[in-house]
């Protein structure tokens, strides 16, 4: 898999694996790229496969992972997987932050002796503004949780969607999550994009093949070009624009597919919504 070091030596693709556990989620946030709800179908993709799969991307020349949902924590073997996959590379998990029981919180603090940041979406400092968008007591549930990962030594970002047009309240949020232990450097800021449960909406910004930075994902679906490809429109039917392949085992299909797409392209940096 020269190609793929090449690319990723060059910065032309993501050096981040993503993997997308499941597609359901204990929330049904107003913009969901996935459209995930309670209701949704589980889609998992299991630990062993995540696991198998992770070795394989470790030889191919990826250099770190993501874990996306669906809310993964659903999950009941998630932390577990977590930390294995974290020995092999580093880890962002992304979480909605609010299954935090006491129980989870012991199960999670092994997070802090590996590579592992735990992404938690807030979108707002005003709890009603933000629970309009995420559902009731989010706001609540999520500030008491970031302040109890980091005592525990978790290293934890604050991921804020927001509408492009209204950033008036991120001051104040930056006040907040500075205050929850999360300084500026784990925050990270990004527009409402115009894909799955944003669309039913009106909400977003377009975002096709050209404005997305090319970070293999991969499903229980297929392969998808960015983990902001790996959409549906009703939490059932697919969106199959940046499908590259459903086949991703063994993970050279994927990795085949991916730079034959990007190989494809002509060179530069096109992706310019900054969502990574």
């Not at 940041?117 to 968008?133: F, G, H, K, R, W």
């Not at 909406?201 to 679906?221: K, N, S, V, W």
């Not at 429109?233 to 990795?255: A, C, F, W, Y």
Request: with cysteine.
């Amino acid at each position: 898999m020269t190609a793929l070091r090449e690319l990723i030596a060059e910065g032309r693709v993501g050096r981040r694996l993503w993997f997308y556990t499941n597609y359901h989620c204990n929330l049904a946030c107003s913009y969901c790229l996935t459209s995930s709800s309670p209701r949704a179908p589980r889609r998992v993709l299991g630990a062993e496969r995540i696991e198998r799969l992770a070795d394989e991307a470790v030889e191919a020349g990826f250099t770190c992972f993501g874990i996306t949902g669906g809310e993964p924590l659903l999950n009941p073997w998630l932390p577990e997987l977590a930390t294995a996959v974290a020995r092999r590379a580093p880890l962002v998990l992304l979480t909605n932050g609010t299954l935090f029981t006491r129980r989870l919180l012991d199960r999670v603090a092994p997070f802090a002796d590996h590579p592992i940041e735990v992404q938690i979406s807030l979108d707002s400092a005003d709890p009603a503004e933000n629970d309009a968008m995420r559902g009731p007591e989010n706001h609540r549930k999520v500030v008491e949780a970031i302040p109890q990962l980091v005592a525990r030594g978790v290293t934890v970002r604050v991921a804020t969607t927001l509408d492009p047009d209204d950033a008036s309240d991120l001051p104040r949020l930056c006040e907040l999550h500075r205050s929850l232990g999360v300084d500026d450097h784990h925050h990270i800021v990004r527009p409402i994009v115009s894909r799955g449960r944003a669309v039913e909406h009106g909400y977003g910004l377009a975002a096709h093949q050209p404005e997305l930075f090319p970070e293999l994902t991969l499903t229980a679906d297929g392969a998808f070009w960015s983990p902001f490809g790996a959409t549906s429109r009703d939490g059932k039917s697919l969106d199959t624009e940046l499908l590259l392949t459903r086949q991703i085992e063994p993970l050279h299909r994927p990795v085949d597919a991916f730079v034959a797409a990007v190989s494809g392209l002509p060179s530069g940096n096109d992706a310019n919504l900054g969502i990574r």
